[in-house]
Each structure stands twice: as C-alpha cells, then as structure tokens.
C-alpha cells in the first residue's frame, strides 16, 4: 500500500520527534560520563559537554580503592543475585500451586496476594515486624521482604495456565511427581517469563536505596546506591578527595568528580545488561498478559 505524501511527512517528523528525546534522554548520562572520565582540576574550568577534555582514571581509581565503596558495591552484587535466584524460584513455584483447580485453598490464596496490591499495612508496622524477626541490621532485610512479589506471582501464573495440560497428563502417567513436572517441563517452558521477573527483580534490587536507608544502620551492609546517597548528602565526597591527594602526591581529585565517578558506578552495570534481556522482557510481558 502507497503511503501518502502528509503519511510520509508524519513519519519523517515523528521520527525526528523520537530520535531529539532520546538524545535529551542520553544527555545527562554523556555529560555525567565525560566529567567522571576527565581531570577534576580542569573539570573544574567548566566548557565539558560531550566528551573529556583531559582523560584519566584518577577518579575511578579513588573509588576502587576505598574499601568501603568496594565492600558496599560487593553488597549490592550479593543482594542482586541472591534476591533474583530466590525470588524466580519461590515465584514460580507459588504460581505453579495456584494453577492446580484442585487445590483447596487456591481462592484463598489468590485473594492473599491481590489484597497487599491495593491495601497497605504502612512503614512502622512494617519496620516493627523487622525488628521482631531481628531483621534489621541484617543483608536478610533485603531479600525476606520481597520474596513474594504480587505482581509477579500474577504475571507468572497467567503465564502458565496458557501452557498446554496434556503435558502435564501425559507426565503424570508416567509417573512423574508434581516437583518432577515443575522443575523438568514447567519451570523450562516458562523461561520467557521468568527472565521478565528476574529483569524485575535484579533492577529493583540493584536500584533500592530506601531499604538501606530506612533498616540499616550498620555501614558494612550498604549498598552501592546508600554509599552514592551518602556521597551525594554529606562532605565523604571531599575526605575521600583529600586522603587521595595526601597518598598520591600529586593525583588530585574533587568532590563533584568522585560523585559523578560514583554515579557512572552504579547506573553502567544495568545499562549494559539490559539490551541482552530485553527481549525476553517484551516476549515475557506479552505472553504473560493474553489468554486465548
């Protein structure tokens, strides 16, 4: 079919209209970026807008050596493989449960996770049942709470009703066990959605702040992002940059450097695994939400 002339115009503008957001988009990553990878003295000149003016690793090498940057980004390293593995598989077998029309307390259940979605018990309760479970203060504070996702345990669910029961008949006449089904024919199948949870899972895990911020207390057990939140609010930023100049001689660094260095820390490992998931993402969002 011909496309017209004002279709044509329509689309050359609409793709001019995408194409200047995404770069208004990509900007302040650019800028943030370029900074961090540039010398904190001329930085300091201003005029960087795209790329560095005198490239060095001054900055980078500060965080990297400061343990407790290091030990908070191991933290957040933990917490997002620990919390993904965990929350994937109790998931999924949750939603395996309330798929079977025979079990007895399927409604009930259904009705459990669907009531938190709406209905909230508010932070002090939530932070007084931490503290009874002696939670706080613990890397458990991060995955307990979450293990269950309502939405997640919905997306899989609808998921899995969509696959076909005489796979389930068939295994079950020759003998297999319910955990036999799940793990070697339902758990493989539903690999597209589960890879969707676990993008769910492994961003927000990496991106939680507030958990840190709000339950723990203990320096030791922050996270990447608590550590940039504690740059960002406090002077950290410029004791790391004297102690560097008192040990490096004549390698110095500033305090808007080391944030900026802090800040490419963070966000670049979810930038750069993301492309490779999000096709899974897409496939997993559209499977999990049609039936028929």
Not at 9 to 32: D, E, G, Q, T
Not at 155 to 183: H, N, Q, W, Y
Request: aromatic letters at 16%; hydrophobic letters at 55%.
């Amino acid at each position: 079919m011909q496309r017209s002339r004002g279709e044509k115009w329509f689309n050359v503008v609409n793709m001019l209209l995408m194409l200047a957001f995404s770069l208004l988009c990509l900007y302040p990553f650019i800028y943030i970026l370029a900074i961090s990878l540039n010398d904190a003295m001329d930085a300091q000149k201003g005029g960087i807008y795209l790329w560095p003016r005198i490239f060095t690793w001054k900055n980078y090498n500060v965080i990297f050596n400061d343990k407790d940057i290091f030990l908070a980004y191991g933290v957040t390293i933990a917490r997002v493989l620990v919390g993904v593995v965990t929350q994937v598989l109790l998931v999924a077998m949750f939603a395996f449960v309330l798929t079977k029309k025979t079990f007895p307390l399927r409604k009930f259940l259904n009705w459990w996770i669907v009531i938190p979605m709406f209905l909230s018990g508010g932070l002090i309760p939530f932070y007084i049942t931490l503290q009874q479970l002696h939670l706080l203060n613990s890397f458990w504070t991060y995955i307990i709470p979450g293990l269950y996702g309502a939405f997640n345990i919905m997306l899989v669910r609808t998921f899995m009703t969509e696959l076909p029961e005489a796979l389930e008949e068939s295994a079950k006449i020759d003998g297999a066990s319910d955990f036999r089904i799940f793990f070697s024919i339902i758990f493989p199948l539903s690999k597209p959605v589960l890879a969707t949870i676990a993008l769910f899972v492994g961003v927000g895990h990496w991106n939680d702040w507030f958990t840190g911020f709000t339950f723990i207390s203990n320096t030791k057990l922050w996270t990447a992002q608590n550590m940039l939140l504690f740059l960002i609010q406090s002077n950290e930023a410029s004791n790391l940059a004297v102690l560097s100049k008192m040990h490096q001689g004549a390698i110095t660094v500033t305090a808007e450097s080391i944030k900026m260095a802090m800040l490419i820390v963070t966000t670049a490992p979810i930038l750069c695994i993301y492309p490779f998931l999000q096709k899974y993402f897409v496939k997993g969002i559209m499977l999990g939400s049609l039936k028929g």
